[in-house]
């Protein structure tokens, strides 16, 4: 393929610049005397014969032996056997290196088989030896990079725009402001102004613009003053943000996964911020006062599975977890130890993993959905002790629906559940009464498939977004639409946000064993 | 398509020697515009049109012959390059045919214009459209050139990108989908697509909508994260899969461009066309093309030679070189199975080789009746020869041990040989006799038993042998092989009352029951799409249900001794008690969910059966299909359904196990698992079969009669260098290890040593024990593959060779117990004959079931002689006979 051949070209044309061309022997001897030979360039030359070769068993997600060569800041972290990755004075013994080939007869020992003999070919590792040789140099654009250069994608004026996906809102408390997770930035809307009087598209009253692609979710501060956000670039980075809302400034974020964040809640004092990760960790961050950094607060990593959603218990003191892993878990914040399952352990018993949680307002009790269709109302704290095969924390089951349950919200009252459901092609949203857990409405016509669901402090009206780019506001009291509205995407020529106030680039985890990929 | 064409009846050859191309095999060598809708056949692959009428006309397109003196010409396929909405691909072929109507692949070395920049060649093989136009592409081969007309509509890459249609096949292609990546049971990575791409709106939903649709961004298409993944802009556990610049990715691009949808309606593909369809090789290696051709339900012809997978079923035959090209490697006869979106082709390849410069000259050979005539005909096109018919006394044996499962005994053998009569004219009736012996229910009741699982498990210790009798009775009385099957599927009753209906007890739910019946009756896996669509056929998931459905009104109520209630149920987790008696029967209402919407699944056949045509006299349709209307429960719709005359996989699959029961192989191999990949080696002889066994009133007697009297059962194990590489061809017999239960009883027969079973009346044979439970010491039985009645699949029993085998015979129980017994035929020998010669010509007879050549029978009263004691010379005789092959194989 074209691709290919210019690769191949781009080869033979630095090899021969090294002196590492078809007669690499004889020219290696004479280039020793003459000129230095240019290095091998990461992002051109190396990164693409790792993406081929490499990327499947050392990246992130899956740093087999410890070893994460998907950036170069990352590949110079020693694996788990601790020997150096890269050595620029003998590049021929860099780990990376020698993994690669056998030593030459004489050298090195039986024990030293390299595990990856023969996979890349001779010129081929010529190149990762010449880089090292040049100081395995980071040529490439910081990360997490932005959209800029060949990324950014030119804007197809044959093409009608489409709005973003709506994965994400957020009502908040004082009940005058919508967040919207929008392309890649949270839109405000002032809820007074909608629906628009004059007929034109409403206008954000603020444009939040954070580094990811995509955001997954959204909350409010119980007091309003702060709005926090996950998300990430899907397979690059998982991002969490708090924002000023009054200031619209960034206040922290950072970038502690290999993949996207979800699941974000304020902890009820509004200091701390829960959410899950793609490692199957559930974390939580303490904001500071004034200037000061935010502090880890929790990491625990008793899922299996990504962590998509979570709830503080009434009292703050503990997270609950909603994973793809089927179960609810239950985390101590002050000691991040793991207390219980909440869910059945009965193998068999849980259908589908969870995608999403709410903690009741006035109670410990978590209503959670999942890919099943099922809402399934759980006690937090167990008062009975576990025997095979119960489900003693199981309060209450609604019917299921058709799909997936992306988003379930009690009111702030207590007494209403809200959820949406949607398979790939439709969606809706059903209003229950709690506790008896009566259908009282279920929005009529069809919907398109639906991903998120904000209440608002009145307790009567819900926004819900999807698939079309579009919000669309409910009154079950009136058991009506009031309003749609349609979300803009950002301006494709944009610039890229100016790096924001304080950025604090956590380092990922050390790998604390190779994980496999779990569905 | 073109059933008319002059090729049919031509020889198409690559390679060296050339051949006789399958007269009955319908050609289509070009695509149509819209091809009529064509009603599957229940067979479709495995059968072909009969033949039809030759025409002469060409319908290729005539070459130009640019030297007056050559003789040969060119056939290209397709007709003509026709591109009506500017995509796609075309795969061109070319052979030449020389005078003497041969086609010889040259596709690789002609040369090809690009008809004034309409085309381009990708790989020299695939025809691209690029701009859009009309004109003419011309094929130059040595002195010879063609044109064909090339059509290009208008080419924009905006053209709608279809899900199912467009992108599924893609994925497919690039194996997003296969068993060992995220269309494994349980996903990779959080993505879980299904197997091989049969649901395209759980797939769609996988891809689009999960995770609040992470994996697809609208706005910015490169950006998808399983865009960036295939084309290795991000980690993927499965690598970098392709270019950025790969037609492929710009069609994914497309797709996502344009909203990522799923079509509400997506098209079908109707079926799949290979051209050529069959492919016969000369020398080796030798490499020819395949094109596919997708026929859309909407009348679209369609090239997807690149999407189509390509897997050869004995890849030492022939293997596949790059997508398409199938390379003859040694000789032998093998089938391609082509796939593509759900739908399955086979193209039946055979490959004669080469054979040391010798060249072939068909000896014609004694034809007895009509499958010896269809036989020929394939050995000649394959270039191999007969072996001869065997002698009297391998025919004997062979027959006895087929029918029997007994070998003759010494008398039997001298009289068969002494009879001067014509050998057919006491061959035929000594199949007349076995066939009506007592011992051939018992074997075929044995077999019967063994298939239908009955075991003291599941119908207890006297419902066992109640089964037993009644399968016994059913084979006594040669009962019609269709009313045998509906009276196990339609009985109601208790096992004393009804013990056909003993199946539903054998399986006690509706998935087991629909499971056993297809795999017994139809020879179709269907346990393959209980959880997805059937990886190798047509068979979905939903046709499981919906024929599962008709079992899911049985009742099954345990009875205890007194004939009332059940005894308590046992704790969860223990296994119950052999239940006393079942009483099955008919429920009024009951109902089989769907796995995936948990709704439940209606009754319906996964295939229609032709219709009683207007030529049968317009006799009443033999199924009633009216469904519930007809008032008829659902398992007797579903018998009657089964069993019909027209339901092919119910003929085909019963005639080729009795084929495969007496040739040792099937025309079909595994005999059951009939299905498009898996053609029969010759469906001409199927067919025959198949034709025979109806006229006899589905008479599983008259079958192995009229199988029995050809010459291909009656040919020799001999061979030479016409046919000592052929394993599939049926030109000699094939040597097969004695069955467990045969060796047993054939061991015990030729020594006249009794058997017996422990706790089992003196006398009864390993064939008549009721269940796999019961049998020998030593575990002889097990040891060679006795099955275990645990499946109905007829891969249980094992007929495989190991060590364990060979030491038991040489020292194990089973051997040593017989020849020690002091009433067995080797001591009344030794009393009663005191002639050596006579005493070695019997057992002989007895455990070769054939005379001593004179220097046997020198060597064995050397043997003798020599020995400790007569008794024990008698002795150390029939052990070393019975440890030969001679003995072990029925030859």
């Given at each position: 393929m074209a691709l290919t051949r210019r690769r191949t070209a781009r080869l033979a044309d630095l090899l021969s610049r090294a002196g590492l061309g078809v007669f690499a022997t004889g020219v290696m001897a004479a280039s020793a005397g003459g000129a230095e030979p240019p290095a091998a360039s990461w992002s051109r030359d190396v990164r693409p014969l790792f993406v081929r070769r490499c990327w499947g068993c050392h990246q992130p997600a899956r740093p087999l032996a410890g070893l994460d060569i998907s950036s170069v800041e990352a590949a110079h972290r020693p694996g788990r056997t601790g020997a150096a990755t890269f050595r620029a004075d003998l590049p021929e013994a860099s780990r990376l290196v020698m993994v690669l080939q056998k030593p030459a007869a004489g050298r090195g020992s039986a024990a030293l088989d390299p595990p990856h003999d023969g996979l890349l070919a001779p010129l081929e590792r010529a190149l990762v030896v010449s880089w090292i040789r040049g100081g395995a140099k980071d040529d490439s654009e910081p990360t997490p990079g932005s959209r800029t250069g060949s990324e950014a994608p030119s804007p197809d004026?044959?093409?009608?725009?489409?709005?973003?996906?709506?994965?994400?809102?957020?009502?908040?408390?004082?009940?005058?402001?919508?967040?919207?997770?929008?392309?890649?930035?949270?839109?405000?809307?002032?809820?007074?102004?909608?629906?628009?009087?004059?007929?034109?598209?409403?206008?954000?009253?603020?444009?939040?613009?954070?580094?990811?692609?995509?955001?997954?979710?959204?909350?409010?501060?119980?007091?309003?003053?702060?709005?926090?956000?996950?998300?990430?670039?899907?397979?690059?980075?998982?991002?969490?943000?708090?924002?000023?809302?009054?200031?619209?400034?960034?206040?922290?974020?950072?970038?502690?996964?290999?993949?996207?964040?979800?699941?974000?809640?304020?902890?009820?004092?509004?200091?701390?911020?829960?959410?899950?990760?793609?490692?199957?960790?559930?974390?939580?961050?303490?904001?500071?006062?004034?200037?000061?950094?935010?502090?880890?607060?929790?990491?625990?990593?008793?899922?299996?599975?990504?962590?998509?959603?979570?709830?503080?218990?009434?009292?703050?003191?503990?997270?609950?977890?909603?994973?793809?892993?089927?179960?609810?878990?239950?985390?101590?914040?002050?000691?991040?130890?793991?207390?219980?399952?909440?869910?059945?352990?009965?193998?068999?018993?849980?259908?589908?993993?969870?995608?999403?949680?709410?903690?009741?307002?006035?109670?410990?009790?978590?209503?959670?959905?999942?890919?099943?269709?099922?809402?399934?109302?759980?006690?937090?704290?167990?008062?009975?002790?576990?025997?095979?095969?119960?489900?003693?924390?199981?309060?209450?089951?609604?019917?299921?629906?058709?799909?997936?349950?992306?988003?379930?919200?009690?009111?702030?009252?207590?007494?209403?559940?809200?959820?949406?459901?949607?398979?790939?092609?439709?969606?809706?949203?059903?209003?229950?009464?709690?506790?008896?857990?009566?259908?009282?409405?279920?929005?009529?016509?069809p919907?398109?498939?639906?991903?998120?669901?904000?209440?608002?402090?009145?307790?009567?009206?819900?926004?819900?977004?999807?698939?079309?780019?579009?919000?669309?506001?409910?009154?079950?009291?009136?058991?009506?639409?009031?309003?749609?509205?349609?979300?803009?995407?950002?301006?494709?020529?944009?610039?890229?946000?100016?790096?924001?106030?304080?950025?604090?680039?956590?380092?990922?985890?050390?790998?604390?064993?190779?994980?496999?990929?779990?569905? | 398509m073109t059933a008319d064409s002059p090729l049919r009846r031509r020889r198409l050859t690559f390679g060296g020697a050339l051949l006789p191309l399958g007269a009955a095999v319908?050609?289509?060598?070009?695509?149509?515009?819209?091809?009529?809708?064509?009603?599957?056949?229940?067979?479709?692959?495995?059968?072909?049109?009969?033949?039809?009428?030759?025409?002469?006309?060409?319908?290729?397109?005539?070459?130009?012959?640019?030297?007056?003196?050559?003789?040969?010409?060119?056939?290209?396929?397709?007709?003509?390059?026709?591109?009506?909405?500017?995509?796609?691909?075309w795969r061109l072929l070319v052979w030449e045919r020389t005078a003497d109507g041969r086609l010889r692949d040259v596709s690789a070395e002609a040369q090809i214009d690009s008809a004034g920049g309409l085309i381009r060649w990708e790989d020299g093989r695939f025809a691209a459209p690029m701009k859009a136009g009309e004109g003419k592409v011309r094929i130059v081969w040595k002195t010879l050139a063609a044109e064909i007309p090339v059509k290009v509509g208008p080419v924009d890459d905006r053209k709608p990108v279809r899900f199912a249609h467009d992108v599924l096949p893609i994925l497919t292609r690039l194996g997003c989908n296969q068993g060992t990546c995220h269309g494994s049971q349980e996903g990779k990575g959080g993505l879980k697509f299904s197997l091989r791409g049969y649901d395209a709106p759980f797939d769609h939903q996988a891809l689009v909508d999960d995770l609040a649709g992470r994996r697809v961004d609208l706005v910015r298409p490169e950006r998808s994260l399983f865009m960036r993944k295939i084309s290795g802009g991000l980690p993927h556990g499965g690598g970098a899969l392709i270019d950025e610049e790969a037609a492929y990715y710009q069609r994914l691009r497309e797709w996502v461009r344009q909203g990522a949808e799923l079509e509400p309606r997506p098209i079908q593909v109707e079926r799949l066309e290979v051209v050529p369809p069959v492919l016969q090789f000369g020398s080796t290696p030798s490499t020819a093309g395949l094109a596919?051709?997708?026929?859309?339900?909407?009348?679209?012809?369609?090239?997807?030679?690149?999407?189509?997978?390509?897997?050869?079923?004995?890849?030492?035959?022939?293997?596949?070189?790059?997508?398409?090209?199938?390379?003859?490697?040694?000789?032998?006869?093998?089938?391609?199975?082509?796939?593509?979106?759900?739908?399955?082709?086979?193209?039946?390849?055979?490959?004669?080789?080469?054979?040391?410069?010798?060249?072939?000259?068909?000896?014609?050979?004694?034809?007895?009746?009509?499958?010896?005539?269809?036989?020929?005909?394939?050995?000649?096109?394959?270039?191999?020869?007969?072996?001869?018919?065997?002698?009297?006394?391998?025919?004997?044996?062979?027959?006895?041990?087929?029918?029997?499962?007994?070998?003759?005994?010494?008398d039997d053998v001298r009289k068969f040989l002494a009879d001067a009569r014509d050998p057919q004219a006491k061959r035929a009736e000594l199949v007349d006799r076995l066939l009506a012996s007592p011992e051939f229910v018992e074997h075929w009741a044995n077999r019967w038993t063994t298939l239908l699982q009955g075991r003291r498990k599941t119908l207890g210790p006297e419902g066992v042998w109640a089964f037993r009798r009644w399968v016994r009775q059913a084979v006594a009385q040669d009962m019609p092989l269709d009313r045998f099957v509906r009276?196990?599927?339609?009985?109601?009753?208790?096992?004393?009352?009804?013990?056909?209906?003993?199946?539903?007890?054998?399986?006690?739910?509706?998935?087991?029951?629909?499971?056993?019946?297809?795999?017994?009756?139809?020879?179709?896996?269907?346990?393959?799409?209980?959880?997805?669509?059937?990886?190798?056929?047509?068979?979905?998931?939903?046709?499981?249900?919906?024929?599962?459905?008709?079992?899911?009104?049985?009742?099954?109520?345990?009875?205890?001794?007194?004939?009332?209630?059940?005894?308590?149920?046992?704790?969860?987790?223990?296994?119950?008690?052999?239940?006393?008696?079942?009483?099955?029967?008919?429920l009024p209402t009951g109902e089989l969910p769907r796995p995936k919407s948990r709704r439940p699944a209606t009754p319906g056949f996964p295939f229609a059966l032709p219709a009683a045509s207007a030529a049968a006299g317009g006799t009443r349709p033999e199924v009633d299909l009216e469904g519930e209307a007809s008032g008829k429960t659902?398992?007797?719709?579903?018998?009657?359904?089964?069993?019909?005359?027209?339901?092919?996989?119910?003929?085909?699959?019963?005639?080729?196990?009795?084929?495969?029961?007496?040739?040792?192989?099937?025309?079909?191999?595994?005999?059951?698992?009939?299905?498009?990949?898996?053609?029969?080696?010759?469906?001409?002889?199927?067919?025959?079969?198949?034709?025979?066994?109806?006229?006899?009133?589905?008479?599983?007697r008259s079958l192995l009669r009229y199988i029995c009297r050809s010459r291909v059962y009656q040919q020799s194990i001999q061979t030479d260098v016409w046919n000592e590489d052929d394993a599939t061809g049926l030109s000699h017999a094939l040597p097969r290890r004695l069955p467990a239960e045969t060796?047993?009883?054939?061991?015990?027969?030729?020594?006249?040593?009794?058997?017996?079973?422990?706790?089992?009346?003196?006398?009864?044979?390993?064939?008549?024990?009721?269940?796999?439970?019961?049998?020998?010491?030593?575990?002889?039985?097990?040891?060679?593959?006795?099955?275990?009645?645990?499946?109905?699949?007829?891969?249980?029993?094992?007929?495989?060779?190991?060590?364990?085998?060979?030491?038991?015979?040489?020292?194990?129980?089973?051997?040593?117990?017989?020849?020690?017994?002091?009433?067995?035929r080797l001591a009344r020998l030794a009393r009663e004959q005191p002639d050596d010669a006579k005493a070695v010509e019997e057992i002989f007879l007895a455990i070769w079931n054939r005379p001593p050549t004179p220097r046997e029978e020198r060597l064995a009263r050397e043997a003798i002689s020599t020995a400790g004691g007569r008794l024990a010379g008698l002795q150390d005789l029939a052990w070393a006979m019975l440890n030969s092959p001679a003995f072990l194989f029925n030859r």
């Open positions: 004026p044959r093409r009608p725009q489409r709005g973003p996906r709506i994965r994400a809102l957020a009502a908040s408390p004082d009940g005058e402001t919508l967040a919207v997770a929008g392309d890649g930035e949270i839109l405000l809307y002032r809820l007074a102004g909608l629906p628009s009087l004059d007929g034109r598209a409403p206008q954000p009253a603020a444009r939040l613009r954070g580094m990811s692609e995509q955001l997954t979710s959204l909350d409010y501060s119980p007091r309003g003053d702060r709005l926090a956000a996950t998300g990430g670039n899907p397979g690059e980075w998982g991002e969490w943000q708090v924002w000023d809302p009054v200031s619209k400034s960034l206040r922290a974020s950072s970038f502690p996964t290999s993949d996207s964040l979800f699941g974000v809640r304020f902890s009820p004092d509004g200091r701390g911020i829960a959410f899950g990760g793609p490692d199957h960790v559930v974390r939580a961050v303490r904001m500071a006062e004034g200037e000061a950094l935010p502090t880890d607060l929790l990491y625990q990593a008793a899922h299996q599975d990504w962590v998509l959603g979570t709830a503080w218990s009434k009292d703050g003191s503990h997270v609950v977890s909603a994973s793809r892993d089927r179960t609810l878990r239950l985390t101590e914040v002050a000691t991040q130890r793991f207390i219980d399952t909440i869910t059945s352990i009965t193998p068999g018993a849980l259908q589908g993993g969870l995608l999403c949680v709410d903690r009741r307002p006035d109670r410990d009790e978590a209503a959670c959905g999942g890919v099943d269709g099922r809402v399934q109302i759980y006690k937090i704290f167990r008062s009975e002790a576990r025997a095979v095969g119960d489900d003693y924390n199981k309060i209450l089951e609604l019917p299921a629906a058709d799909g997936r349950i992306p988003a379930v919200r009690y009111n702030a009252a207590g007494d209403r559940l809200v959820f949406v459901a949607a398979t790939g092609a439709s969606g809706l949203a059903r209003v229950h009464e709690i506790p008896s857990g009566k259908l009282l409405w279920e929005t009529p016509a919907l398109p498939p639906l991903d998120s669901l904000a209440i608002a402090p009145d307790g009567e009206t819900f926004y819900v977004g999807g698939s079309d780019g579009q919000v669309r506001a409910f009154s079950w009291g009136e058991k009506r639409l009031l309003w749609e509205l349609a979300v803009p995407v950002r301006s494709l020529q944009e610039k890229p946000p100016a790096a924001p106030a304080r950025i604090e680039n956590q380092p990922f985890p050390p790998p604390v064993r190779d994980r496999k990929e779990t569905p | 319908a050609w289509g060598l070009f695509p149509v515009a819209a091809a009529p809708p064509r009603v599957p056949e229940p067979l479709a692959p495995a059968t072909r049109t009969a033949a039809a009428p030759r025409s002469e006309g060409p319908r290729f397109p005539e070459s130009v012959d640019l030297s007056a003196a050559a003789a040969s010409t060119l056939v290209v396929h397709p007709r003509v390059l026709d591109f009506p909405d500017g995509t796609g691909a596919v051709i997708a026929h859309d339900v909407d009348g679209t012809v369609r090239d997807v030679t690149q999407e189509a997978f390509f897997e050869p079923s004995h890849p030492d035959t022939a293997e596949m070189e790059n997508v398409g090209d199938v390379k003859a490697l040694r000789r032998g006869q093998t089938a391609i199975l082509v796939r593509y979106a759900g739908r399955f082709a086979a193209v039946p390849v055979s490959v004669t080789g080469n054979r040391d410069g010798l060249s072939f000259v068909w000896k014609p050979a004694p034809q007895f009746n009509e499958i010896d005539r269809l036989v020929d005909l394939k050995l000649q096109d394959w270039q191999l020869l007969p072996s001869p018919v065997c002698t009297d006394a391998e025919f004997l044996r062979r027959a006895s041990l087929d029918l029997t499962g007994l070998p003759p005994s010494p009276e196990m599927l339609a009985g109601e009753g208790t096992l004393d009352q009804t013990p056909a209906a003993a199946f539903y007890m054998i399986h006690p739910d509706a998935e087991s029951a629909v499971e056993a019946a297809t795999h017994l009756f139809l020879g179709v896996r269907f346990n393959c799409n209980r959880c997805h669509d059937h990886p190798f056929e047509r068979w979905t998931q939903s046709q499981y249900f919906e024929l599962a459905a008709y079992f899911a009104q049985v009742g099954r109520k345990p009875l205890s001794r007194d004939g009332d209630d059940a005894p308590p149920p046992q704790p969860a987790g223990m296994e119950p008690p052999p239940p006393v008696g079942v009483l099955v029967y008919d659902r398992r007797r719709q579903l018998a009657e359904w089964m069993t019909s005359s027209k339901n092919r996989y119910f003929i085909s699959s019963q005639v080729n196990r009795l084929w495969a029961h007496l040739l040792g192989q099937g025309l079909i191999e595994p005999v059951d698992d009939l299905r498009a990949g898996n053609p029969p080696i010759h469906p001409e002889l199927l067919s025959h079969l198949e034709a025979e066994f109806l006229r006899s009133g589905m008479s599983v060796l047993l009883d054939a061991i015990n027969k030729s020594l006249d040593a009794p058997p017996q079973f422990p706790d089992l009346p003196p006398g009864l044979r390993a064939n008549q024990l009721p269940d796999a439970v019961s049998g020998s010491k030593g575990g002889f039985l097990e040891l060679f593959g006795r099955p275990s009645r645990e499946s109905p699949c007829e891969c249980e029993r094992s007929t495989a060779m190991q060590l364990p085998q060979a030491l038991s015979l040489i020292n194990g129980s089973a051997v040593g117990d017989a020849l020690a017994n002091p009433r067995n």
